[in-house]
């Protein structure tokens, strides 16, 4: 089976542009299944809204992932109930939403898993007492059949373990969250296919897709670059951030970056 997996989605600029590309691409390379990382998919680039959610689900994505974004607004909160809609797995059992979900595919049984590094939840106050850390939250999970990771954090070294760790077992894992995609394309020796950051789809003009002159006012003037407030996308040109996945069985036997 071929799967598509695309890295942090940024404004609504880059949902429309993708959404007008997803369907030809799937028929195209024969694509069964497609995941994104949407924790920014919002107008603000803060969290998840409705429109953007329901434009990507009608686009041909079947899941949707998260991340520390997740809880940035209420209408962002509200869409984890939406079933197709992960948030990371390794917080809080009593925190909305879920951070697994099974699948039905025409390939069997596929398992989508969301994790996060504390790197990455250290910024949700209202859940980082709850977080715990990732491969233990795996470890409980019995993830099931064809495997994907989303592993959204800052930690190289961290995701680069987790990555070995599960290699077999995983059928991949893909790093988001830092938004600058890292250039290796791993297939670990057990079948894994491994990528530390996909990179995000967003304005690539901006930092991490966002607009920075008041980041960089705030920093110059106050010494905090958050002083000012926080932007908005940025305006310029969007690019995707994606790799596509070649799977036999459960195993990964090449990974493709796919941008434009
Ligand atoms: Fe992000
Ligand atoms: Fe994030």
Redesign the pocket.
Known sequence: MNILFIG?IVGDRAVTELCSWLPGFRAERHVGLVVANA?NCAPTGLGMAEAQVRELLAAGVDVITG???SWDSEESVKLLELPQVLRPLNIGAHISGRGLLRLDTPAGEVTVVNLADHS?MRSVKAIEDTFRPAYGAWRDADPRGLVLVDY?GDHVLEKQIFARAVDGVATAVLG??SHEATIPLHVLPGGTGFVTEVGMTGPADGVQGFSYDILVKGLRETGDPFSGGIPGPSGGPVVLGAVLLETDGKRTVRVERITW
């Open positions: 942090d924790e991340g520390n974004h990455a959204h988001t969250h």
